[in-house]
T-cell receptor
Framework: AQSVAQPEDQVNVAEGNPLTVKCTYS??????LFWYVQYPNRGLQFLLK??????LVKGSYGFEAEFNKSQTSFHLKKPSALVSDSALYFC???????????FGKGTRLSVIA | DAGVIQSPRHEVTEMGQEVTLRCKPI?????LFWYRQTMMRGLELLIY????????DSGMPEDRFSAKMPNASFSTLKIQPSEPRDSAVYFC?????????????FGPGTRLTVL
């Protein structure tokens, strides 16, 4: 069975500092990995995904994520945080088959000015 | 593209009433998902369809919940009778296979309050 763990419920970072939101996963086959962001009273918005290829994936709004197969991790990063990045972030995984995404519990990012 | 469309955006009803939530997926997408989000339980997959056929409804909490997809452009999630514990935000998402590799696109959600 597929699973995703987001070990931090809350991440606080000062504006301008780098940010990292952690995610680890478990799948039986090759992982398809995703990050979504949810702003207040909105649906989830797709940020980026890893399917194959380069381990460093670049996505929307300056975010990137690094796939690490040996550590089964897919951490979300941004070099310089903005206050507007404050939101709820979800990591998700599916295997190579025709299965739905499995979402983590979410990490609330708070960027302080 | 208009994205995934959900209606109503907000619904307030009284316990025991029937509630119907509606979803229009992105044109051309062949998979549709219904999720429920609460503070306590996070994001839960309720049911999903491939090519209008229900594939997995194991996430549907009780027989009070039912979902249909009569055609590729419309789906409903019905709760009958509704209970206060059904209060949540319900999301619909759609995707297609192939090169999209399962990227789900979410609607804005329906916030349901059962009094």
């Amino acid at each position: 069975a597929q699973s995703v763990a987001q070990p931090e419920d809350q991440v606080n970072v000062a504006e301008g500092n780098p940010l990292t939101v952690k995610c680890t996963y478990s799948v039986s086959g090759n992982p398809y990995l995703f990050w979504y962001v949810q702003y207040p009273n909105r649906g989830l918005q797709f940020l980026l995904k890893y399917i194959t290829g380069d381990n460093l994936v670049k996505g929307s709004y300056g975010f990137e994520a690094e796939f690490n197969k040996s550590q089964t991790s897919f951490h979300l990063k941004k070099p310089s945080a903005l206050v507007s990045d404050s939101a709820l972030y979800f990591c998700a995984v599916r295997d190579g088959g025709n299965t739905p995404l499995v979402f983590g519990k979410g990490t609330r990012l708070s960027v302080i000015a | 593209d208009a994205g995934v469309i959900q209606s109503p955006r907000h619904e307030v009803t009284e316990m025991g009433q029937e509630v119907t939530l509606r979803c229009k997926p992105i044109s051309g997408h062949n998979s549709l998902f219904w999720y429920r989000q609460t503070m306590m339980r996070g994001l839960e997959l309720l049911i999903y369809f491939n090519n209008n056929v229900p594939i997995d409804d194991s996430g549907m909490p009780e027989d009070r919940f039912s979902a249909k997809m009569p055609n590729a452009s419309f789906s409903t999630l019905k709760i009958q009778p509704s209970e206060p514990r059904d209060s949540a935000v319900y999301f619909c998402a759609s995707t297609t296979g192939g090169a999209q590799a399962g990227t789900q696109y979410f609607g804005p959600g329906t916030r349901l309050t059962v009094l």
